[in-house]
Protein backbone atom coordinates (compact mmCIF):
# COMPACT_ATOMS: atom_id res chain seq x y z
CA UNK A 1 0.00 0.00 0.00
CA UNK A 2 1.40 3.22 -0.92
CA UNK A 3 1.55 5.91 1.29
CA UNK A 4 -1.43 8.43 -0.14
CA UNK A 5 -3.42 5.12 0.26
CA UNK A 6 -2.43 4.27 3.76
CA UNK A 7 -3.35 7.57 4.73
CA UNK A 8 -6.85 8.01 2.94
CA UNK A 9 -7.16 3.91 4.69
CA UNK A 10 -6.05 5.98 8.20
CA UNK A 11 -8.60 8.76 7.52
CA UNK A 12 -11.63 6.00 6.83
CA UNK A 13 -11.16 4.38 9.74
CA UNK A 14 -10.57 7.13 12.12
CA UNK A 15 -14.52 8.40 11.01
CA UNK A 16 -15.83 4.80 10.92
CA UNK A 17 -14.55 4.37 14.60
CA UNK A 18 -15.84 8.09 15.81
CA UNK A 19 -18.31 7.48 18.03
CA UNK A 20 -19.45 11.19 17.22
CA UNK A 21 -19.62 10.95 13.72
CA UNK A 22 -21.74 7.70 14.16
CA UNK A 23 -24.66 9.51 15.16
CA UNK A 24 -23.92 12.68 12.47
CA UNK A 25 -24.02 10.74 9.63
CA UNK A 26 -24.56 13.50 6.90
CA UNK A 27 -21.57 15.32 9.08
CA UNK A 28 -19.66 12.10 8.10
CA UNK A 29 -20.67 11.76 4.80
CA UNK A 30 -19.52 15.44 3.80
CA UNK A 31 -16.41 15.91 5.65
CA UNK A 32 -14.91 12.71 3.99
CA UNK A 33 -16.28 13.75 0.99
CA UNK A 34 -14.96 17.28 1.20
CA UNK A 35 -11.64 15.95 2.45
CA UNK A 36 -11.30 13.78 -0.48
CA UNK A 37 -11.79 16.91 -2.91
CA UNK A 38 -9.55 18.84 -0.89
CA UNK A 39 -7.17 16.08 -1.64
CA UNK A 40 -7.66 16.10 -5.41
CA UNK A 41 -7.70 20.33 -5.47
CA UNK A 42 -4.49 20.15 -3.60
CA UNK A 43 -2.85 17.59 -5.88
CA UNK A 44 -3.55 19.72 -9.04
CA UNK A 45 -1.58 22.82 -7.26
CA UNK A 46 1.24 20.48 -6.47
CA UNK A 47 1.03 18.92 -10.04
CA UNK A 48 1.40 22.76 -11.56
CA UNK A 49 3.55 24.72 -8.97
CA UNK A 50 5.98 21.67 -8.56
CA UNK A 51 5.09 20.81 -5.19
CA UNK A 52 5.63 17.72 -3.46
CA UNK A 53 2.35 15.90 -5.04
CA UNK A 54 2.43 13.01 -2.38
CA UNK A 55 2.82 14.87 0.82
CA UNK A 56 -0.09 17.90 -0.58
CA UNK A 57 -2.49 15.33 -1.26
CA UNK A 58 -1.80 13.69 2.42
CA UNK A 59 -2.01 16.87 4.14
CA UNK A 60 -5.06 18.00 2.36
CA UNK A 61 -6.60 14.28 3.22
CA UNK A 62 -5.58 15.24 7.33
CA UNK A 63 -6.45 18.35 7.71
CA UNK A 64 -9.80 18.05 8.90
CA UNK A 65 -9.46 14.94 10.75
CA UNK A 66 -10.37 16.67 13.93
CA UNK A 67 -13.80 17.00 12.86
CA UNK A 68 -14.06 13.29 14.25
CA UNK A 69 -14.53 14.73 17.67
CA UNK A 70 -17.69 17.32 18.54
CA UNK A 71 -16.67 21.03 18.69
CA UNK A 72 -18.20 22.10 22.00
CA UNK A 73 -17.85 25.78 21.14
CA UNK A 74 -16.65 28.42 18.20
CA UNK A 75 -13.33 28.26 19.97
CA UNK A 76 -12.81 24.45 19.13
CA UNK A 77 -13.73 24.96 15.96
CA UNK A 78 -11.06 27.87 15.41
CA UNK A 79 -8.98 25.43 16.46
CA UNK A 80 -9.64 22.12 14.30
CA UNK A 81 -6.78 22.53 12.37
CA UNK A 82 -4.04 22.40 15.00
CA UNK A 83 -6.39 19.85 16.94
CA UNK A 84 -5.77 17.71 13.51
CA UNK A 85 -1.75 18.51 13.27
CA UNK A 86 -1.69 16.78 17.10
CA UNK A 87 -4.06 13.65 15.56
CA UNK A 88 -1.93 13.18 12.46
CA UNK A 89 1.27 13.59 13.86
CA UNK A 90 1.37 10.22 14.78
CA UNK A 91 0.75 8.76 11.31
CA UNK A 92 2.81 11.29 9.55
CA UNK A 93 5.72 10.80 11.72
CA UNK A 94 6.06 7.13 10.51
CA UNK A 95 5.44 8.18 6.63
CA UNK A 96 8.89 7.73 4.63
CA UNK A 97 9.62 11.97 4.14
CA UNK A 98 12.39 13.80 5.16
CA UNK A 99 12.19 15.58 8.66
CA UNK A 100 11.50 19.07 6.56
CA UNK A 101 8.89 17.05 4.73
CA UNK A 102 6.71 15.72 7.31
CA UNK A 103 6.97 19.09 9.60
CA UNK A 104 5.75 21.03 6.64
CA UNK A 105 2.52 18.09 6.12
CA UNK A 106 1.85 19.16 10.11
CA UNK A 107 2.22 22.55 9.84
CA UNK A 108 0.12 23.21 6.81
CA UNK A 109 -2.77 21.10 8.72
CA UNK A 110 -1.91 22.93 11.58
CA UNK A 111 -2.50 26.56 10.21
CA UNK A 112 -5.32 25.89 7.52
CA UNK A 113 -8.54 27.46 9.94
CA UNK A 114 -6.33 30.58 10.99
CA UNK A 115 -2.94 30.98 9.82
CA UNK A 116 -1.57 29.77 13.59
CA UNK A 117 0.28 26.89 14.59
CA UNK A 118 1.43 25.70 18.28
CA UNK A 119 4.96 24.73 16.69
CA UNK A 120 7.05 26.00 14.48
CA UNK A 121 6.67 25.76 10.83
CA UNK A 122 7.27 28.04 7.55
CA UNK A 123 5.03 30.22 5.91
CA UNK A 124 5.82 29.06 1.81
CA UNK A 125 3.37 27.82 -0.93
CA UNK A 126 3.39 24.44 0.30
CA UNK A 127 1.76 25.05 3.78
CA UNK A 128 -0.37 27.62 2.68
CA UNK A 129 -1.57 25.62 0.09
CA UNK A 130 -3.69 23.23 2.09
CA UNK A 131 -5.99 25.93 3.47
CA UNK A 132 -5.77 27.29 -0.20
CA UNK A 133 -7.03 23.82 -1.54
CA UNK A 134 -9.73 24.16 1.26
CA UNK A 135 -11.24 27.29 0.23
CA UNK A 136 -11.29 26.47 -3.25
CA UNK A 137 -13.32 23.58 -2.36
CA UNK A 138 -15.70 25.94 -0.19
CA UNK A 139 -16.46 27.82 -2.89
CA UNK A 140 -17.18 25.19 -5.42
CA UNK A 141 -20.60 24.02 -6.37
CA UNK A 142 -21.66 21.44 -4.30
CA UNK A 143 -20.86 23.93 -1.34
CA UNK A 144 -23.17 26.71 -3.41
CA UNK A 145 -25.55 24.15 -3.32
CA UNK A 146 -25.33 23.85 0.03
CA UNK A 147 -25.79 27.54 0.99
CA UNK A 148 -29.06 27.93 -0.93
CA UNK A 149 -30.19 24.95 1.12
CA UNK A 150 -29.08 26.45 4.31
CA UNK A 151 -30.18 29.27 4.09
CA UNK A 152 -33.29 27.62 2.50
CA UNK A 153 -34.50 29.79 -0.41
CA UNK A 154 -36.64 28.38 -2.12
CA UNK A 155 -39.35 28.79 0.72
CA UNK A 156 -38.01 32.38 1.08
CA UNK A 157 -40.50 35.27 -0.24
CA UNK A 158 -39.68 36.59 -3.61
CA UNK A 159 -38.57 39.75 -2.38
CA UNK A 160 -36.14 37.79 0.26
CA UNK A 161 -34.34 35.73 -2.72
CA UNK A 162 -33.92 38.76 -4.42
CA UNK A 163 -32.31 40.28 -1.64
CA UNK A 164 -30.57 37.18 -0.62
CA UNK A 165 -29.29 37.27 -4.34
CA UNK A 166 -27.90 40.50 -4.53
CA UNK A 167 -26.23 39.84 -1.27
CA UNK A 168 -24.19 37.38 -2.80
CA UNK A 169 -22.84 39.06 -5.95
CA UNK A 170 -21.60 41.84 -3.88
CA UNK A 171 -20.13 39.38 -1.71
CA UNK A 172 -18.79 37.01 -4.26
CA UNK A 173 -17.66 40.48 -6.54
CA UNK A 174 -15.05 41.24 -3.44
CA UNK A 175 -13.66 37.43 -3.01
CA UNK A 176 -12.57 37.72 -6.56
CA UNK A 177 -9.80 40.13 -4.90
CA UNK A 178 -8.53 37.61 -3.03
CA UNK A 179 -4.99 35.92 -4.06
CA UNK A 180 -3.83 32.80 -2.79
CA UNK A 181 -0.10 31.62 -2.66
CA UNK A 182 0.35 30.52 -5.51
CA UNK A 183 -0.82 31.16 -9.35
CA UNK A 184 -2.69 27.80 -9.54
CA UNK A 185 -4.37 28.21 -6.26
CA UNK A 186 -5.42 31.54 -7.12
CA UNK A 187 -7.05 30.64 -10.85
CA UNK A 188 -8.87 27.77 -9.91
CA UNK A 189 -10.41 29.86 -6.94
CA UNK A 190 -11.31 33.02 -9.26
CA UNK A 191 -12.62 30.01 -12.14
CA UNK A 192 -14.98 29.25 -8.96
CA UNK A 193 -15.89 32.43 -7.96
CA UNK A 194 -16.66 33.49 -11.49
CA UNK A 195 -19.42 30.22 -12.05
CA UNK A 196 -21.01 31.52 -8.97
CA UNK A 197 -21.10 34.92 -10.18
CA UNK A 198 -22.72 33.80 -13.60
CA UNK A 199 -25.27 31.22 -11.63
CA UNK A 200 -26.12 34.41 -9.49
CA UNK A 201 -27.06 36.32 -12.26
CA UNK A 202 -28.92 33.94 -14.31
CA UNK A 203 -30.47 33.28 -11.18
CA UNK A 204 -31.72 37.20 -10.57
CA UNK A 205 -32.54 37.86 -14.14
CA UNK A 206 -34.84 34.20 -14.07
CA UNK A 207 -36.13 35.86 -10.60
CA UNK A 208 -37.03 39.14 -12.18
CA UNK A 209 -38.77 37.32 -15.20
CA UNK A 210 -41.12 35.47 -12.26
CA UNK A 211 -43.30 37.79 -11.54
CA UNK A 212 -44.75 39.43 -14.89
CA UNK A 213 -44.42 39.68 -18.47
CA UNK A 214 -42.15 42.60 -19.04
Known amino acids: MNRVDLIAKF ?55 SYTE ?33 NNILFGIAIHVDDKSDFEGEKNAFTLSVG ?34 DEQILRFNKLLKNNFATSTATRLFHEKIKFSLEFLSRLRLQLENSRDVK
Not at 33 to 60: F, P, T
Not at 70 to 84: C, L, T, V
Not at 138 to 143: C, G, I
Open 11 to 65: LEDSFDKSVYLSSELDSKKYRLEHSYRVANIGKQIAIEERLNVDALVIACLLHDI
Open 70 to 102: AFKSQEDWINHGRKSAQISRSVVEKLDFDEETK
Open 132 to 165: DADNIDRFDAYRFYEMLKYNKFDSLSYDDQVKFV
